[in-house]
């Protein structure tokens, strides 16, 4: 027994006849609720770092931009190489879909960096400074990305395997028709919704936000575990497939990275980064 669902349209509505796609919500969704929590965790008197409303607003246009550059050239780097350097002005058209994770992730780091290195905060310190905004980025980012992973189900990318489990599910009309786990709800759930409760608790019932990056490395290893796990239920991609004979895949290498990268991060932040008395 699997679950039939009728191919949902990508495109949400339209506005004037331009159309607004599941994707772009999913990303408008994502960055409007990031910014309202990070308007509330900068307010609290036990903040790490406090920003205006005005640092707030460029933060946000740096991360859109970062987000967005980084996302797509990650995915021509990563993921489709060969094919965007034969057809460069296809790296221009994102409304086609390619972003990757990780080279989000990679332009966030630098977006924050510039940002920072243009504010006037008390503590001079860069690198404190550009970790402490990573940490409240950190608490935020599991709601994009689990918004992101919803727009992918509906847009059936990055979809499952073939499964025998009874709640497969089957895109009626879409050729092959045959049960695959809904692999982009996985994780919308791991990657979304728990990732999203264990570092809101670690932020906010535990001390590692008085350690500059402690809560941004936290975010690397358990992303990297949750995205490993949920990539052996999810099918690689068609240009790639396995990277090797026994299966392993892009994302989890990268995740892999992004574990070893988490944990050192972690490790330097508790070691090095003491709270202030």
């Known amino acids: 027994m699997s679950i039939i669902i009728n191919p949902i349209s990508p495109v949400a509505f339209s506005v004037f006849g331009i159309p607004v796609r599941w994707y772009a919500l999913a990303y408008v ?20 770092i406090c920003m205006t409303k005005k640092q707030l607003d460029d933060l946000l246009t740096f991360l859109v931009f970062g987000i967005i550059l980084g996302g797509r050239l990650g995915y021509v780097l990563f993921y489709n190489l060969p094919f965007f350097l034969h057809n460069p002005l296809e790296i221009l058209a994102v ?10 992730l990679l332009g ?15 503590d001079k310190s860069i690198i404190r400074n550009s970790l402490r905004v990573l940490d409240l980025l950190a608490v935020a980012a599991p709601i ?10 509906i847009n059936m990318e990055v ?36 990732l999203f409760l264990i570092l809101w608790m670690l932020y906010k019932k535990t001390n ?8 941004s490395g936290a975010l690397c290893v358990f992303y990297g575990l949750f995205r490993i796990f949920c990539e052996q239920f999810r099918q690689p991609d068609v240009q790639l497939g396995f990277l090797t004979s026994w299966g392993l895949t892009m ?13 050192i991060v972690f490790v330097i932040a508790i070691k ?3 709270p202030q008395a």
Do not use: C
């Open 29 to 48: 969704l994502g960055f409007t609720l990031g910014f309202l929590l990070l308007k509330n965790l900068t307010r609290k008197d036990d903040s790490e």
């Open 144 to 153: 994009g990305l689990g918004l992101g992973r919803i727009a992918n189900f």
């Open 208 to 215: 590692l936000r008085h350690h500059p990056g402690a809560i």
């Open 108 to 122: 966030v780091i630098i977006a924050t960096l510039l940002f920072v290195r243009k504010q006037s905060f008390p």
């Open 272 to 274: 090095k980064h003491k």
């Open 159 to 194: 979809m499952g395997r073939p499964t025998d489990v009874s709640w497969g599910v089957v895109f009626k009309g879409v050729s092959p028709e045959f049960p695959r786990h809904p692999s982009p709800l996985y994780e919308a759930a791991l990657e979304g919704v728990v």
């Open 251 to 263: 994302g989890q290498l990268l995740s892999g990275i992004m574990i070893i990268v988490g944990i």
């Open 95 to 104: 409304w086609h879909g390619g972003m990757s994770f990780h080279g989000g």
